[in-house]
Each structure stands twice: as structure tokens, then as C-alpha cells.
């Protein structure tokens, strides 16, 4: 079973600050999701990547498939990306969905 | 868009009732799954299903049973609810795509349901 390690748990930055959230993996995977939700419960889906970088706006996502790590980083982060984000890996084993393999989540908050 | 509706937001039960949480995604998605989000614990997988009257357990299935008689519905049924069982309760379905030996899948979520055992 894979073991998803996230990291910092907790993060309280300043408006504009640079984010960086990290997340670390024990098993070789198909693909790695990070995730946003919000207050209220609503998950919404960031990024899926199997490697390299991904961009999107403000966020960005990158994957060391080698180091089995993933970085999530929120450039000019504003109080709006508040929020719990959380690393999902997924391995594929050929028998059908497995399902993912959450990480516990890093809980931002941005003030103003 | 892709759509995954939860029939409820909030529910309150009573220990020993009989729970049914139903699930429904418009986009033919093969794969559907069940998590419960706990405090402290993360998501955690209950059950899931990749095809219809297909189910397989997920890490935590125990008190939970699952059917999935039409592709784009997936219920989660508590056969007795217990108090140990009050959680938020999240589906999610997902579309495989395959290409040689790469394989990608994003998981849509739907709204969470909030379910409170008294």
C-alpha cells in the first residue's frame, strides 16, 4: 500500500507570499491528483500529472517521478486560495480502479 | 462539465436505521467510489465500482455495503448505522483512458453529504 506523505500540515502565509506544498510518495504510482476543498466540503480536482510540470493560472504542479515527490505552488497567493489541499496518488494494477491513496491534506490559510 | 450529485447535504439518523446515501454522475463514467472524510484521518476509500453490478472493497468496508444496478447511480447503504459511522461522505466518479502502458484518470467529486448517527 502506498504510504502519501504531505507537507507542511498547517500553513499560514501572508497575501502575495509564494506557497509551496510538498507531497511524497513510498510507491511507484500512474498518476498523482492534488486537490482543493474548501470550507463546506466541496473538493474540486487541481491537477492530474504523470510527470513534469503542470499550469494553471496561479498554480502550478510539478512531479520527480525518480525522488517519488510532487510539488503544488500558488504564486501571488490571495485569502480566496485559503483552503485544505490534498495530494492523491494512483497506482493502476491492471485489474480495474483502485482507487486513490489520499494524503491528509495541508491546510492553507492566506491573510490579508 | 462533468456532474456527481449526492442526494443529500445533510442527514441525521438514528443508531440502527437503516441508511441509503445515493450517487449519481451524467457523464458515463465507468468507475465510481465511495470515501468517508474524517477529521485527522484524511479520505478514506470505502468501496468502489468500475463497471455496473461490479463492486470491490475499498479499505474500510466494514458496516458498509454498496449497489451499483445502473451505471450512473451508486448507493452506499448502512445496514445499521452506528455512531461510529457519523463522517462526511464524498462520491466521486472517474473515466479510465488508456494508452499503451500509460494510464491517466481524473476523479470527479460530488458535493459530500453529512451524515450525523445520533
Known amino acids: 500500500k502506498n504510504e502519501v506523505e504531505q507537507s507542511p500540515q498547517n500553513l499560514t502565509a501572508q497575501e502575495g507570499e509564494f506557497i509551496t506544498i510538498n507531497c511524497s510518495y513510498s510507491?511507484?504510482?500512474?498518476?498523482l491528483h492534488w486537490l482543493q476543498q474548501h470550507p463546506g466540503g466541496g473538493i474540486v480536482s487541481l491537477f492530474m500529472?504523470?510527470?513534469g510540470k503542470k499550469k494553471h493560472g496561479r498554480l502550478i504542479a510539478t512531479i520527480n517521478i525518480q525522488e517519488k515527490h510532487s510539488s503544488l505552488h500558488i504564486t501571488a497567493s490571495h485569502p480566496r486560495d485559503s483552503a485544505v489541499y490534498i495530494c492523491a496518488v494512483y497506482m493502476y494494477s491492471g485489474g480495474g480502479a483502485d482507487g486513490l491513496t489520499f494524503g491528509k491534506g495541508t491546510h492553507l490559510i492566506i491573510q490579508p | 462539465d462533468v456532474k456527481v450529485t449526492q442526494s443529500s447535504r445533510y442527514l441525521v439518523k438514528r443508531t440502527g436505521e437503516k441508511v441509503f446515501l445515493e450517487c449519481v454522475q451524467d457523464m458515463d463514467h465507468e468507475n465510481m467510489f465511495w470515501y468517508r472524510q474524517d477529521p485527522g484521518l484524511g479520505l478514506r476509500l470505502i468501496y468502489f465500482?468500475?463497471?455496473?453490478?461490479?463492486?470491490e472493497k475499498g479499505d474500510i468496508p466494514e458496516g458498509y455495503s454498496v449497489s451499483r444496478e445502473k451505471k450512473e447511480r451508486f448507493s452506499l447503504i448502512l445496514e445499521s448505522a452506528s455512531t461510529n459511522q457519523t463522517s462526511m461522505y464524498l462520491c466521486?466518479?472517474?473515466?479510465?483512458?488508456?494508452?499503451?502502458?500509460?494510464?491517466?484518470?481524473?476523479?470527479?467529486f460530488g458535493p459530500g453529504t453529512r451524515l450525523t448517527v445520533l
Open positions: 466521486a466518479s472517474s473515466l479510465e483512458i488508456t494508452s499503451g502502458s500509460h494510464y491517466t484518470d481524473t476523479q470527479y
Open positions: 500529472l504523470s510527470s
Open positions: 510507491v511507484g504510482i500512474s498518476a
Open positions: 465500482s468500475y463497471d455496473v453490478k461490479m463492486k
